[in-house]
């Protein structure tokens, strides 16, 4: 019997709680897609995929329609048949404007030629990686990293064990809990494949225990794999967040600062594996993801949505919002960016839509009573409250010395103060005034690098013109 592990703080929000669960036992349902999506070009951790269409370019679905921009990158396809419209810039849920794809969908639902791959054990484990990157497979638990990338690790470090994901990255969301339930076999399979791809003979797969059905499912269909072992874990958010799955499955401590692969772990999300499965078997590109809408929406579930598909179809597909709606969030409750308009798209990485009513408005916050349940709450064992306090007075530097760089943004020290104080927001703030300060900072030492090689070509220039200066009157006075 596997010991049950488990990792430092995080917290346990009652499902139901706010009506914001979704009710997993329904069936996914498929979206039938939009009359125009909107395909973002950047989807994902790394530099934008290239447009490699124009205006007036007929697609078929799956047909690539952004190049990946470099070897931290992934390539974006259509997601329907008919007319590009326009690349242009387009609002993306961060609330920033960046280039997309619009395609007007003529309904045909023609796809390119997919090329299946009947005997993937006679494939080099390069070539499985060269599939996954065509693909354009990103993790879909929502860090949309590259998963190619992941697959071919750098500076000669060996992989020892795979890690998946099954215990949903948000609370409320079922998104994974359902794919688990209709498609085992072919998320087992995926992962076999990825055990070939990066050579590894063990693989485990940790699910919350509250999904006892899909433990089940997922284990039988685990039962012939050999080095695949399911996990039951005890219900805690954040559960599914990387560091802490890596720790609960193995006691191996991913370090500060740095990756599962220093562990030798590879972690991956079900939804990613299965994403994986279809793109080997099927040759099928990834243009559409499974994302949870939940809350205050008339019709709650699970949809299969093409990547794109604008937010207001999804929630039309819903029944349409409850009239006490106050938040709309893009993503999970703990996690997730409240948004203000629905033209926004469905991205690789959109897990859940979540409607939230009055409790989701902005609590006044009071003064901090130093009771230390943030602390406490912490999985990353931060001091939330002091880092707090620093921000406040843009003590940034202090409040990286300890260790806000850290921060996973899991919302569970916001979750927990009586107080109400919005610590989340201060760790966001502090990263990001030090990840632009650590950007100034490297341009100004690329400019003075850059400065001191071309000072450095000029006195060697002048010196070689010296030389050839003394050299030439050496000679002239050697002839007279
Ligand atoms: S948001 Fe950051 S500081 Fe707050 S509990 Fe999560 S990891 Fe800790
Ligand atoms: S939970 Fe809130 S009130 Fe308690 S120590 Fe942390 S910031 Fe202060």
Redesign the pocket.
């Known amino acids: 019997m596997f010991e049950k592990k488990l990792f430092p703080g995080g917290i346990h929000p009652r499902e139901g709680e706010n009506g914001k669960a979704v009710n997993g036992l329904n069936p996914i349902r498929t979206l039938d897609p939009p009359p125009r999506v909107i395909i973002p070009l950047q989807m994902h951790i790394g530099a934008p995929a290239k447009a490699v269409v124009a205006p007036g370019d007929h697609v078929l679905i799956g047909q690539k329609i952004g190049e990946a921009g470099g070897f931290v990158s992934a390539s974006v396809h259509a997601s329907v048949s008919g007319t590009v419209h326009a690349v242009q810039d387009a609002l993306l849920p961060n609330g920033t404007m960046a280039p997309a794809v619009i395609i007007d969908n003529d309904y045909r639902e023609s796809w390119v030629d997919l090329h299946p791959t009947d005997h993937p054990e006679n494939l080099s484990a390069q070539e499985l990686q060269q599939i996954v990157r065509e693909a354009g497979i990103v993790g879909l638990g929502g860090a949309t990293f590259p998963t190619a990338v992941k697959l071919s690790p750098s500076g000669g470090k060996k992989i020892e064990k795979i890690v998946l994901n099954g215990a949903e990255c948000e609370p409320f969301l079922t998104a994974d809990h359902r794919l688990m339930l209709e498609k085992a076999a072919d998320i087992i399979d995926g992962v076999r494949l990825m055990m070939l791809a990066l050579d590894v003979d063990e693989a485990l797969i940790g699910i919350e225990e509250n999904k006892q059905d899909a433990i089940e499912i997922m284990g039988a269909a685990a039962r012939e794999a050999d080095g695949v072992k399911v996990v039951g874990l005890p219900v805690r958010y954040p559960q599914g967040g990387e560091k802490q799955l890596v720790y609960a499955l193995t006691r191996r401590q991913v370090p500060n600062g740095g990756l599962p692969l220093d562990v030798g772990v590879v972690v991956c999300n079900v939804g990613t594996v299965y994403a994986i499965d279809q793109a080997i078997r099927k040759g099928r590109p990834l243009i559409e993801r499974i994302t949870t809408v939940g809350g205050l929406v008339n019709n709650p579930g699970n949809f299969l949505v093409r990547i794109g598909t604008p937010i207001d179809h999804l929630i039309d597909a819903c029944g349409g919002l409850q009239s006490h709606v106050r938040q709309f969030i893009y993503g999970g409750p703990m996690m997730g960016m409240a948004i203000a308009r629905f033209d926004i798209p469905v991205t690789k990485g959109c897990s859940g839509l979540v409607a939230l009513g009055e409790e989701a408005m902005e609590p006044k916050e009071s003064p901090?009573?130093?009771?230390?349940?943030?602390r406490e709450a912490c999985p990353m064992k931060l001091f939330?409250?002091r880092i707090?306090a620093f921000c406040r007075h843009d003590r940034f530097e202090d409040a990286e010395k300890i260790g806000v760089m850290n921060c996973i943004e899991c919302g569970c020290c916001s979750f927990?103060?009586?107080?109400k104080?919005s610590?989340t927001q201060s760790m966001r703030t502090a990263k990001n005034a030090i990840q632009r300060k650590r950007r100034r900072v490297a341009t100004r030492k690329a400019q003075e690098e850059a400065a001191q090689k071309a000072r450095e070509a000029a006195a060697q220039q002048a010196a070689e013109a010296r030389n050839i200066g003394t050299e030439a009157a050496a000679g002239k006075e050697a002839q007279g």
Request: hydrophobic share 30%; glycine share 6%; charged share 20%.
């Open positions: 901090c009573i130093k009771c230390g349940a943030c939330p409250s707090d927990v103060c009586p107080a104080r610590l």
